[in-house]
């Protein structure tokens, strides 16, 4: 009989080397979405933003007022209930079809680099068209209800983020941070805070002048989280 050395391979060592293989892939390799998946993705929320803009950003002059259907408690309550229910439904399919099948940090990339750079636009514009109005247009720091400088729209744009925002909860629970969805819960609390600081101004032409809901504090802090956000991210 020919003797076969112990660094031989045999067929049944051959075939669980391959087996090996395949599930080492099926961890690990096989993970990496695809460029169609991850722009597949960015395009999902471009549409997401896109919408946004068509109802926020009207004329300026068509700026909904406090009677508008879009500043009725309905559409508070609407959207935050629908934040709510949609956060367990998000993380079952998460964990149930995209985590197995995707590296969800690699898949997100692009999704979360545009929705930071949208963010840090945005904020950026709005600490821009309070100081403007302030500082150049007179209007008062205070607010009142007969100014118009512009300042209204920034507030009405900060309010409308407020919804905007709920996809900072989604990346998380997308991304399995569920440990940090407890304080991204902020969100709708407020979107309420502001919805009901604003109805209390006698027009659309006030500042909201509740402090929780300040939009030139707020948009400041919110520049300067995705601003290091998208930093983090394209380091990262």
Known sequence: MCKRS????TPSSSISDV?????????????????????TCASVLTAFLAVWCKFTFVPENEQPGVGADMQSWHTPALLT?????????????????????YDLKALL????????????ILNGWTVWKIIDAVWFRGHPFIGDIHTI???????????????LEFFD??????????????????????SCTSYYSSRGL?????FIRE?????????????????????FTLVE
């Open 19 to 39: 087996k090996s293989s395949a599930s080492n892939a099926l961890d690990g390799g096989s993970k990496e979405p695809s460029l169609l998946a991850r722009y």
């Open 81 to 101: 209930l629908g934040y709510l229910v949609s956060l367990p439904l998000l993380r079952t399919f998460t964990e149930k079809v995209l985590a197995p099948r």
């Open 6 to 9: 112990s660094g031989a391979i």
């Open 149 to 163: 400088s512009g300042a209204s729209y920034a507030v009405w744009v900060h309010y409308c983020d407020k919804y």
């Open 109 to 120: 990339t692009e999704s979360m680099v545009l929705y930071n750079v949208a963010q840090v």
């Open 169 to 190: 909860t989604y990346f998380m629970v997308l991304r399995g941070k569920m440990n940090q969805v407890r304080c991204s819960l902020q969100s709708p609390k407020l």
């Open 202 to 206: 006698p027009s659309r032409y006030a």
């Open 211 to 231: 402090q929780r809901s300040f939009p030139l504090e707020r948009s400041a802090i919110k520049y300067c989280e995705h601003l290091h956000t998208l930093d």
